[in-house]
């Protein structure tokens, strides 16, 4: 099993390697499109079926449709840099640097006396088998049901910004391109 | 056995990846993203049969889904180069 996680880690790498030196836009939302899976796959292995659910959906499924129609408003290829410049370098070495030295601090994966099993985790795992009747997840218990409420604010939220982006979206092209109110259908 | 097979799905992967990096033309690196999304399902599969979880399975179809609509949204705007609502 460790040896799966090393091997997709390094996949993840060099695909994040790939996407930042690439010159040619598409291939670069297709690299995208790869780390998204991948790092979803990772998710999956850390045990984390959940968030791994929202990136494939969100990664790999909607957010490269939405590169692909930014890229068909504006140019294919990035323009290269003239020189180099060490200051970006620097920059993510040192933030680099900071979030591993943030991961000592962290308890070892799976302890049983980690601060997340002690404190709140014994309330839910005892009790969601009979609130959720017989849910096999306690991950999607807490999300789909104790949390309920919260979601579906955070659903509502999102919900109203994207109508505001197509009503400004679709007010902008009636104006300017052609009068066609008709169409309904949107990505 | 599960072990030889996610290994030879993880050197399948590593040689998409190579291809889609190397690849000169549109159509290697659509067909390496493919081939690395279906790749992505088998080392789900397998490996959720390997750690006896296999409710992992559902993770897989949605991978699958989604690699199908990105798929079409790439060659899409591939072949068209836009996205708007007269080509749909």
């Given at each position: 099993m460790n040896l799966i996680e090393f091997a997709i880690l390094g996949l993840l790498a060099t695909t994040a390697v790939t996407i930042a030196r690439i010159r040619d836009l598409w291939a670069a939302i297709m690299f995208t499109g790869i780390y998204s899976f991948l790092s979803a796959s990772w998710m999956l292995l850390l045990d984390a079926p959940d968030v791994s659910?929202?990136?494939?959906?969100?990664?790999?499924?909607?957010?490269?449709?939405?590169?692909?129609?930014?890229?068909?408003?504006?140019?294919?290829?990035?323009?290269?840099?003239?020189?180099?410049?060490?200051?970006?370098?620097?920059?993510?070495?040192?933030?680099?640097?900071?979030?591993v030295y943030g991961t000592l601090d962290m308890p070892p994966m799976g302890a049983a006396d980690d601060?997340?099993?002690?404190?709140?985790?014994?309330?839910?795992?005892?009790?969601?088998?009979?609130?959720?009747?017989?849910?096999?997840?306690v991950v999607t218990a807490v999300l789909a049901s104790y949390r309920g409420y919260d979601t579906l604010?955070?659903?509502?939220?999102?919900?109203?910004?994207?109508?505001?982006?197509?009503?400004?979206?679709?007010?902008?092209?009636?104006?300017?391109?052609?009068p066609d109110g008709t169409a309904e259908s949107n990505e | 056995m599960f072990a030889v097979a996610s290994a030879a799905v993880l050197v399948t992967m590593t040689l998409a990846l190579t291809r889609a990096m190397l690849g000169p033309t549109v159509f290697d690196r659509v067909l390496a993203l493919n081939m690395f999304g279906t790749k992505t399902v088998l080392l789900i599969s397998v490996v959720s049969f390997m750690s006896g979880r296999t409710?992992?399975?559902?993770?897989?179809?949605?991978?699958?889904?989604?690699?199908?609509?990105?798929?079409?949204?790439?060659?899409?705007?591939?072949?068209?180069?836009?996205?708007?609502?007269?080509?749909l």
């Open positions: 659910f929202t990136e494939a959906a969100v990664g790999a499924g909607i957010s490269t449709v939405l590169m692909l129609s930014t890229l068909a408003l504006t140019g294919k290829v990035e323009k290269a840099p003239t020189r180099f410049s060490p200051m970006p370098l620097l920059v993510v070495t040192v933030t680099g640097c900071a979030l601060p997340i099993h002690l404190h709140p985790n014994p309330g839910f795992v005892e009790r969601s088998q009979a609130d959720m009747h017989g849910l096999p997840n604010g955070e659903t509502t939220v999102v919900f109203t910004a994207g109508l505001a982006v197509l009503l400004i979206l679709r007010r902008s092209t009636d104006g300017t391109a052609k | 409710d992992f399975l559902d993770l897989a179809l949605l991978y699958s889904l989604m690699n199908f609509i990105g798929m079409v949204a790439l060659l899409r705007f591939t072949t068209t180069g836009t996205f708007s609502e007269e080509s």
